[in-house]
Each structure stands twice: as structure tokens, then as C-alpha cells.
């Protein structure tokens, strides 16, 4: 779950690259609300995707000796008794279920298994708002992810977005920033530094239009 803190001064300062970096109370108060709710739909739908990093406790019914707690390695796997390593990033959690039993079943009769994201991955960002598919997005080893990849990833925006006012939403020593870009100015007028890189944790929100 991505922690969000709503800080209690109002300020805007503008770097050397030409993104304003607000601190708006009321305002972020109201998007953590909505981002927390939208996170939480995500990560209990069972539309989730296991990451590497993520930590799953996993059990097999009747046998509590096959009980687990794995983190995800980088490569997408764990290593489970009796299989070895075994894929399952990439997988929903229940297709993972699916993949272990599958392999479980030269061993035991009728394996029911069972698997409960403990912890999600630090390498997550989050895509939410008036964007076409609101989702998490991992962010690739060894490669960076911007806000407009982020964006086109997960469908582009609706037909309501305020494509001038994308928030993204930043942890920096334990208080949260709230980071104004402009996708407008990104794509038509041709300011590339505007597109800032994400970081682990960050989440981009992309607000409805004002009529």
C-alpha cells in the first residue's frame, strides 16, 4: 500500500527544469482520499499482477509444513519445496495458485493452495484519476519510467482529463510533495524536461477537467 501524508502548509517553488512542486492542503487532502480508495480497488481486485519484490505468504490446505512467507525474486520467481523455483511474477494471484498447484499436484493429492500478498513492491508507481485503465505499474530493472510512459501505459487519458494539471504525488523524508506537470506543454509545445522520471512509491493523478 503507498502511504500518503497530507501536509499542512501551502506553498509552490519551481525548480531549474520548470516543474512547480505545490503543497496545497485542502486540495492534496481531498486527492490522498480519493488515491487511497483507488489503490486499495486495485491492489483487492483480483485483476493484481505479483511483481518481484513483492513478499506472498503461501499455503497449501492440510499441510502446514509447505507454509511460506517468499519475496519475488527479480527474475519473477520462488523456490518452493518439492518444485524448485517456480514463476509466478507476472501472474494474478489466483493464476499463481493455479501454476503452483499444478506443480504441487506430482506430490500431493488435490493440492489446494493458498497465496496473500504480504507486502507489495517498493518498485511500484500508480497511474490513477481520468486516465482510460487507473493501475499499478512496475518500474522496469535497470530502466526509468516517466509520467508520460506511465500514462500511455495504462491507455492514455479519458475524454475529461486535465491533461495541464497531472499531480504526482512523492514520499521525500517522510512528508509528502505534490508535483504539478503539464502534459500539455510536454507533447505540443515540446518541453521534454517537463516529463519528469518516477520514482518507487510515486503516484501520478490525473484530475477531471473543470467546465
Known amino acids: 500500500m503507498v502511504s500518503v501524508f497530507v501536509s499542512c502548509a501551502s506553498t509552490q517553488d519551481v525548480g531549474n527544469n520548470g516543474v512547480s512542486e505545490v ?29 518481484a519484490g513483492d513478499l506472498v505468504d503461501i499455503k497449501v490446505f492440510m499441510e502446514p509444513n509447505m507454509d511460506r512467507v517468499l519475496r519475488i525474486s527479480s527474475n519473477g520467481t520462488v523456490t518452493y519445496p518439492l518444485v524448485g523455483n517456480i514463476r509466478i511474477g ?17 506430490y500431493i493429492k488435490n493440492p489446494q493452495v493458498s497465496m496473500l500478498i504480504k507486502e507489495y513492491s517498493n518498485k511500484m508507481v500508480y497511474v490513477l484519476g481520468q486516465v482510460k485503465k487507473p493501475s499499478e ?47 500539455n506543454a510536454i507533447t505540443k509545445q515540446g518541453k521534454k524536461s517537463l516529463d519528469i522520471e518516477l520514482l518507487p512509491g510515486d503516484v501520478v493523478f490525473v484530475p477531471q477537467s473543470m467546465f
Open 23 to 51: 503543497n496545497n492542503s485542502e486540495e492534496i487532502a481531498s486527492i490522498n482520499n480519493q488515491v487511497f480508495d483507488d489503490i486499495s480497488d486495485i491492489q483487492q481486485s483480483g485483476n493484481y499482477v505479483l511483481q
Open 90 to 106: 507476472g501472474y494474478s494471484v489466483s493464476d499463481a495458485e493455479i501454476q503452483l498447484a499444478e506443480k504441487l499436484k506430482y
Open 137 to 183: 505499474l512496475s518500474i522496469p530493472p535497470e530502466k526509468t519510467i516517466t509520467v508520460l510512459e506511465a500514462i500511455t501505459s495504462v491507455g492514455g487519458f479519458t475524454d475529461i482529463a486535465n491533461t495541464s494539471k497531472i499531480k504526482v504525488l512523492r514520499m521525500e523524508n517522510g512528508k509528502q510533495k505534490s508535483i504539478d506537470v503539464d502534459v
